[in-house]
């Protein structure tokens, strides 16, 4: 029997939009093991009235493009997962799905598959680098999709850094929250964009917190998901003296707090604010990994 591991992520941070990613302290399992015949799927936890059990599941999805690359046919598969991930919430729970398929797939068929060749693969299945890349590779990765491949770096979580995640109690589809993006962006919010991806990098390379606090803004995205999210733009405003910088988590609808301390006050406060939205919404301190 394989068991796989997987993180939830946290895609963007703020300025790194479909660039930057960092993986949380929240995990999901899979467990797979060959059998005679047939497919066999049980889902535990997030998803389990929800996700389909026959061969359009996403995990046998992405399994099946691992035995496909490499050419291994098993007889028949049981697959247990155990999700401890939110489903369209903006914490990756696709992303983990993707790479736990891709990862306990390569295992069962002998690791034939490089890091590379798993991260180009679930790239292509995802569509954008920024969750697969870290549920894979753990820490922070900032990546870009060069035609096939995709060119990524992991870079280390700066020790003192907390999180704490907010999440709103319904569910908001990547597909949704990409739909509401412009065609175009112009270049004064581009520039705007690159120089705070620049310096959050910086700043989290080198545990420079004065700088992460000044980074974590976004001009490409947020302002206009914050229709999708009731209650965001006060949570950006009114959470940001007690943390280092407050974004929206992925493409929502769960926010994200990058703080060193208050991280009880700041959960509180966010959860306040989706309730003064009419929303119900629990808060979580998931502490970046590595
Ligand atoms: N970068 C993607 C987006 C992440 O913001 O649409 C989706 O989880």
Redesign the pocket.
Known sequence: MIKVEVPATT??LGPG??TLGMSLELYNEVEVAEIEEGLEIEVVGYGSDELTTDKSNLIYQSMERVFTKVGYSPQGLKIKLKNRIPLAR?L?SSAAAIVGGLVAANKLAGEKLSIDQLVDLATEIEG?P??VAPALLGGVVISTVKGSKVVYKKLAVPAKLKTVVCIPDYQLS?AK??EVLPAEVSFKDAVFNLSHTGLLLTGLLTEDYTLIKEALDDKL?QPYRQDLVPGLAEILKEVKSDALGVTIS??GPTVIAFTLENEGKIGKKMVDIFAEHGLDSHYMITHPTN
Do not use: E, K, L, V
Request: negative net charge; aromatic residues 6%; charged residues 20%.
């Open positions: 895609a963007n939009f479909d903006g990756g954008h920024d969750n990547t929250a990409r995205h992925g493409s």
